[in-house]
């Protein structure tokens, strides 16, 4: 679809930030500069393919594909590349070149093609029958005069070959033919004519930019103030030490390192942070300078159709860094000195910079007023049909059969009655609560940081679970190996203690300084001697209780799960409520700041107090979640889950807001992740493998 815009406009890469260069397109409608993207595969050691912005997963990346056929994969964005060429007249390249990569430099324009052609086409167009009679103008002589044409993509993306001819009012989606037979059967179906009268897809974008712009200001500042405060902090430290002795200078030198450490890896997140606010606030002006080009000279279908296709590509990069920004956090670094300098042969450190993290209301007031522009938006498209249809809010990311068969991104409606999440802003399910400091979640990766092999530990190594003690010690239960692990704070494996039944699941109990065993049909409760484990008590489970569970601990509170069921029970092994599931995974966890523990009940994730009501449940075929194993809780509520699928599997990661959330990219050497765990202290997971060569890898957010 061909229309008409003016002059000047200039569009910029969400991952170079400057103007594209050969725009490529991925099938969540996010566009970047080819080499840009060529870059960006190159990075990813992970076989998953994840947009950038992490709102969709793209697909499985082929090694045996060569790079440029790849990236030829994704088509050109022919609206930003129409706008850019409008924005350089004077480079303009012919339209009609049988190869557009090598296209000439235009010299004229046909009126009724509404195309560019370079000298020798011209000579072509005028001798063909069909366009002898039309009318060429020289672009050098008439340019100022000229109206530049662009064009509309108007194909569906999930139906090759098919064009858009209705608006689903329902799912706020531009159909085609196909799509209205097969997932939107029984919604309310506009046609584009009708949609365009009905309402116009029209949204603030600028007004969004500038918001998000003085978001990125402040987080200028905040980067310059969180230099200057530590600076302060160390020069004060340096002023407090100046009259110590040979050991205050070495603790000195212990203090200086630690900071720059803690500064260095504070910084570092509050950039990734920033760039991913940045590609938000590009993505806007965008979409701003768009809205503001299309409205001289285009009808309003093609309007409807161009606003609807980026307010759609803005919805979903809003909700994949809405919960990642709306727990950005403010940062005051303090200063605390120890005050028994005089006893310098007991000290250990001389004081140490601690952070208070606290809520932004800027960045929370900002996020609100973009998130009810968004919802605002989706809302008056939808006044008109019942919030009761069976299929509304269902969306979901294409699974990972799809992924290896094609790189079109799918929207899934199931037909069945689940447990659904509603759209973003929408009230509907209870929640987990929400913890008094969120977590940043920076970024979509995961990148391994340290790997143990196999072969380290035994010659039938498999790690089904484990814990961390208050100093930072790790123990992991080895079931293949039959024996526990003990890895200090760089897991470097100091104890090997053999049981003599495989050990599956441990839980630390802080009160007694003890640790719960699951073997067999008992629970083996072990004191934490310096030099052994001692062996305290027994608890044996209750009659018909698999031997395949999982086990986790807060304080007086036992939670076991097993094939059948979930048990809470006391320290002492009394059982105080049974809880009934089915299906796999029989695994527990734990999260200690919002006082909940997750269960898998067949297809639902359920969160429950610690006295076993249930507060919240999802349905994970909402999610792309298949296959589950593992899971764990972060400190702040988010959980995650191991996916055992074949070839590859991944780890999920679900907000603890409930709302859809993503696949992770996992940058390491394994292959199926069986069990996944967060450092209570450290921003970094323990995830082990099922029976690999590799063991167990810690990984960061890269």
Not at 445 to 473: E, F
Request: glycine share 6%; aromatic share 8%.
């Amino acid at each position: 679809m061909a229309t008409n815009v003016t002059r000047g406009v200039s569009l910029s890469c969400l991952l170079c930030l400057k103007e594209y260069n050969i725009p490529r397109t991925l099938p969540c409608h996010h566009t970047y500069c080819e080499e840009c993207l060529k870059h960006y595969i190159e990075n990813l050691s992970g076989a998953e393919f994840v947009c950038p912005v992490g709102c969709n997963v793209v697909g499985t990346i082929d090694s045996s594909i060569q790079m440029d056929e790849l990236i030829k994969t994704f088509p050109i964005n022919v609206l930003y590349a129409s706008l850019a060429k409008s924005a350089r007249l004077d480079e303009r390249e012919c339209d009609h070149c049988p190869n557009q990569t090598m296209a000439r430099r235009a010299t004229m324009w046909c009126k009724n093609c509404e195309g560019s052609l370079c000298r020798d086409c011209t000579v072509d167009h005028r001798k063909r029958r069909i366009s002898v009679n039309h009318d060429i103008i020289d672009i050098a002589k008439e340019g100022n005069h000229v109206v530049e044409s662009f064009r509309v993509e108007v194909n569906c993306p999930c139906h090759k070959g098919r064009q858009i001819v209705s608006f689903c009012s329902v799912h706020s989606e531009l159909c085609c033919s196909e799509c209205c037979k097969t997932r939107h059967v029984g919604c309310t179906l506009w046609t584009i004519t009708d949609a365009s009268q009905r309402q116009v897809a029209n949204m603030n974008f600028e007004q969004m930019a500038r918001k998000i712009s003085d978001l990125s200001n402040k987080q200028k500042d905040n980067m310059k103030e969180l230099d200057s405060q530590y600076e302060q902090h160390l020069v004060s430290m340096n002023t407090h030490i100046m009259n110590a002795k040979d050991k205050l200078d070495t603790l000195h030198k212990l203090f200086q390192v630690k900071t720059r450490e803690e500064k260095k890896a504070r910084k570092r997140q509050l950039e990734i942070l920033q760039q991913q606010t940045r590609m938000f606030q590009t993505e806007l002006e965008n979409n701003s300078k768009i809205c503001s080009s299309i409205t001289k000279g285009i009808s309003q279908n093609q309007s409807f159709v161009v606003l609807t296709q980026i307010r759609e590509q803005t919805r979903k990069h809003f909700e994949a860094i809405q919960y990642i920004l709306d727990g950005y956090i403010d940062v005051r670094v303090d200063l605390q000195i120890t005050d028994t300098i005089e006893h310098v042969e007991s000290l250990k450190s001389v004081g140490e910079v601690t952070e208070t993290l606290y809520q932004s209301v800027v960045f929370k007031d900002a996020l609100n007023t973009i998130e009810h522009d968004l919802i605002s938006e989706h809302s008056s498209s939808s006044d008109s049909y019942p919030k009761n249809d069976s299929s509304y809010c269902s969306m979901d990311l294409p699974t990972s059969e799809h992924f290896s068969e094609e790189t079109t991104v799918k929207h899934i409606y199931p037909e069945q009655q689940l447990v659904k999440t509603p759209r973003l802003g929408v009230p509907g399910l209870p929640r987990p609560c929400v913890p008094s400091r969120p977590e940043l979640v920076l970024g979509n990766t995961l990148k391994c940081v340290i790997s143990v092999k196999s072969s380290d530990l035994g010659n039938r190594t498999w790690l089904t679970g484990g814990t961390y003690l208050p100093d930072g010690r790790l123990i992991l239960a080895d079931f293949g190996n039959g024996q526990i692990l003990l890895c200090d704070e760089r897991y470097n494996i100091i104890r090997k203690e053999k049981m003599k039944v495989g050990p599956q699941e441990i839980a630390y109990c802080e009160v007694q300084n003890a640790v719960y065993v699951r073997t067999g049909p008992q629970i083996v409760k072990f004191s934490l001697d310096p030099f052994a484990l001692r062996q305290i008590g027994t608890i044996e489970l209750p009659a018909g209780t698999t031997h395949q569970c999982g086990i986790a601990l807060y304080e007086d509170t036992l939670v076991v799960g097993s094939l059948g069921s979930v048990l809470l029970m006391s320290r002492d092994g009394k059982v105080l409520r049974v809880i009934r599931r089915q299906g796999k995974p029989y695994s527990v966890t734990i999260c200690r700041p919002l006082q909940r523990f997750c269960y898998m009940h067949n297809d639902d994730i359920v969160y429950c107090s610690m006295n076993g009501d249930e507060v919240s449940r999802y349905n994970r075929k909402h999610y792309e979640c298949k296959k589950v194993r593992g899971m764990g809780f972060d400190m702040y509520g988010h959980l995650y889950l191991c996916c055992f699928t074949q070839p590859r599997g991944y780890i999920y990661q679900l907000p603890q807001t409930g709302q859809k959330g993503r696949v992770l990219s996992y940058q390491g050497s394994m292959k199926r992740p069986r069990f996944v765990m967060y450092h209570p202290r450290k921003q970094e997971f323990i995830v082990t493998s099922f029976q690999e060569r590799v063991a167990f890898e810690v990984a960061v957010f890269d």
